[in-house]
């Protein structure tokens, strides 16, 4: 087989069918795989400082990539914070006079947005944006329709750019002189079919000189999101932590091979008054091809020498690879504001610290939640046309360890008359589905008329007892515990 260089890398149309992959991830992201770049086997500390120093983020994208595939530590910090956001939301208009909320252009406009936030599957394509996001440091991606299905295809980072704002959200540039990378024509015209129709009559205006390679992408499909104006990967600071964590990972497995080794001396006879060797070298090699034959376990060797041999141990005291381990690994955490405890046994700063934590993690992607509300409400304003209202998409700030103290709250607040969706939300409930649910279960299996409402014991106690229900154990103070236990309550019941 003929080696491929990177002169014939374009040039071969067989190589360049192996650099598209055209992948479904979900229903709700189509993504293109571009094998058209190569991560190195390894980067020292000073490539990367040097990428960080010049603020090269194409370089930093690449050594991002590396690690996750490369690092246990890395690729569970990036999964982590790409799931926290459990990426509820509501479907919410605004109208100028509530009497348009009965009309029949209202309700047909407010199903249209439910089917089309239903049929973009937001949830699973908002997480694939904020993983790649953390990843390479932005996202860049076109709305398109494909099999009826809402989806977002994922463009070349390396291609694209983002110099402006639109309506708040960023505009997107595309370089057309990605498609000058395949030659081949067949497989150019095929990779145009996995791209919207647009795109061709960009890339045909290009090349007639109508326009320049970069052209400016329809904001109402284009989609670029980071976390800040230099898109560089956001955890691209544990980057030296992880070459040095690396390095100590490999001592250590050189360290357990030594200690598994198994060195015989066999010293040769000195005269005591001459101190020559009483052997001659021929029988000095002799007796060590002898000694060598009689060991077949691996792992063990033989050294023949008239000379007395002394080990000397350059390992400083109280200092051990292992040590070195942990401390490179808490490092990588630290870098990372983030708590160790999270992702492994330990102890980080007790159950406070690691509340603290888990808040600072959250904070960290929830401006993400605020770039998807802003491209989704100027998408919707291009669905339709009306002066008397407009629809917003609201994303709670909810994730995966807050849900119970948002639901409780939201629970509290419909108590007094506020918000009733906002509780489904935080129950992780679309609306869509709550709508179908209560119109299949009234409608459908009479379950209202068949059912009484289930009693709430925020108000109620069982059995005729008073007050609300006891509280756990976990959620009582000091005062709340000492209370309890001299039952202190106890007239306040009567």
């Not at 021929?282 to 691996?298: P, R, S, V, W, Y």
């Not at 609201?394 to 007094?416: C, H, S, V």
């Amino acid at each position: 087989m003929s080696e491929i260089t990177e002169d014939t890398k374009f040039s071969n149309p067989a190589y360049e069918r192996e650099m598209i992959q055209y992948d479904k991830l979900s229903e709700g992201v189509y993504a293109l795989s571009y094998k058209n770049q190569s991560y190195r086997a390894k980067y020292t500390k000073e490539q990367i400082n040097s990428y960080i120093e010049s603020n090269n983020v194409d370089k930093l994208r690449e050594v991002s990539n590396y690690f996750f595939l490369a690092s246990g530590q890395y690729r569970g910090l990036v999964q982590y914070l790409s799931n926290i956001l459990t990426f509820d939301y509501l479907i919410v208009p605004k109208v100028k006079k509530s009497d348009v909320l009965t009309s029949d252009r209202f309700e047909r406009d407010y199903q249209y947005i439910m089917d089309y936030t239903d049929n973009s599957y937001i949830e699973e394509a908002e997480r694939f944006i904020t993983f790649i996001t953390l990843l390479d440091g932005v996202f860049y991606g076109y709305e398109r329709q494909v099999d009826n299905i809402v989806s977002i295809q994922q463009l070349p980072p390396q291609y694209c750019r983002s110099k402006y704002k639109v309506n708040g959200t960023y505009g997107v540039e595309f370089d057309l002189r990605f498609f000058d990378m395949y030659r081949d024509t067949e497989l150019k015209l095929k990779l145009f079919e996995m791209f919207p129709r647009e795109f061709l009559d960009y890339y045909l205006d290009y090349k007639n000189g109508k326009t320049k390679e970069w052209i400016p992408l329809d904001p109402t499909f284009a989609r670029c999101h980071k976390f800040t104006d230099t898109p560089k990967p956001l955890l691209s600071d544990v980057f030296l932590d992880l070459v040095d964590l690396k390095e100590y990972k490999e001592l250590d497995k050189s360290q357990s091979k030594l200690n598994l080794y198994k060195l015989i001396v066999q010293k040769l006879p000195i005269d005591k008054d001459s101190g020559l060797p009483l052997l001659q070298l021929e029988e000095g090699k002799a007796l060590h091809a002898n000694a060598k034959k009689m060991i077949t376990q691996e792992g063990i060797d033989v050294l023949t020498s008239p000379l007395d041999i002394e080990a000397v141990n350059l390992q400083e005291r109280g200092s051990t690879v292992k040590d070195n381990i942990d401390r490179a690994t808490n490092n990588v955490y630290e870098s990372a504001n983030t708590s160790k405890i999270l992702f492994s046994s330990g102890t980080d700063g007790g159950s406070i610290g690691l509340s603290y934590s888990v808040k600072i993690d959250e904070s960290s992607v929830f401006p993400l939640l605020s770039q998807f509300k802003r491209w989704r409400d100027n998408k919707f304003k291009t669905l339709f046309k009306s002066r008397s209202y407009q629809f917003e998409i609201l994303f709670p700030k909810i994730t995966i360890f807050n849900r119970k103290e948002m639901f409780d709250l939201y629970k509290e607040g419909a108590t007094l008359g506020y918000s009733k969706l906002m509780l489904l939300a935080a129950m992780g409930v679309k609306q869509s589905t709550f709508m179908n649910l209560i119109n299949f279960e009234n409608n459908y299996l009479k379950l209202d008329e068949q059912l009484n409402p289930l009693q709430s014991t925020h108000t109620q106690g069982s059995e005729g007892t008073k007050g609300r229900p006891k509280s756990d154990d976990k959620d009582l103070s000091d005062k709340g515990r000492k209370t309890r236990e001299t039952d202190a309550n106890a007239n306040r019941a009567k």
